[in-house]
Structure formats: C-alpha cells, structure tokens
C-alpha cells in the first residue's frame, strides 16, 4: 500500500481532539483562548471528515475489486 492509512482509530482521535477543544473553548474565560480552541476544533473537525470520507472511499474501491474479482472468475 502506498500512503498513509487513515483507520477509524485516527478518525476516533481526530474527533475526540475536536470535543477536548470545543470543551476547552467552552470553559476559557478569555477570548483569544477561546477563539484559539474555537479554531483548533474546527482544524480537528476538518481532519476527522477527511478520515471519514477516506475510509468510505477506500470500502467502495474494495467493494468494487471484490465484484470484479468474482466477474473475472465467473467468465473463466
């Protein structure tokens, strides 16, 4: 395989990181703090919707060799 792996573990940090900011942006009393976690959250956000979107991708593509597999074996 070529690349990073992108596992639903990352995806499960990458969405954890982003509920600490969010909760970290809730309790800061200052606003650049606030802004800051605010920012961060949404960073984390982002990183966890390409994970998602990843791993679906990646099912399709081997979904997709899977009944290609089986077309090529069912014309042999």
């Not at 809730?26 to 605010?38: F, K, W």
Request: with cysteine; glycine share 2%.
């Amino acid at each position: 395989m070529s690349g990073p792996v992108i596992r639903s573990s990352n995806l499960e940090f990458f969405r954890a990181r982003a509920a600490q900011a969010r909760a970290e942006a809730d309790s800061a009393t200052l606003d650049l703090v606030r802004e800051r976690c605010r920012r961060s959250e949404a960073a984390w956000m982002l990183l966890a919707d390409k994970a998602e979107r990843s791993e679906q991708m990646k099912e399709a593509e081997a979904l997709r060799k899977a009944e290609q597999q089986l077309e090529c074996e069912a014309h042999k």
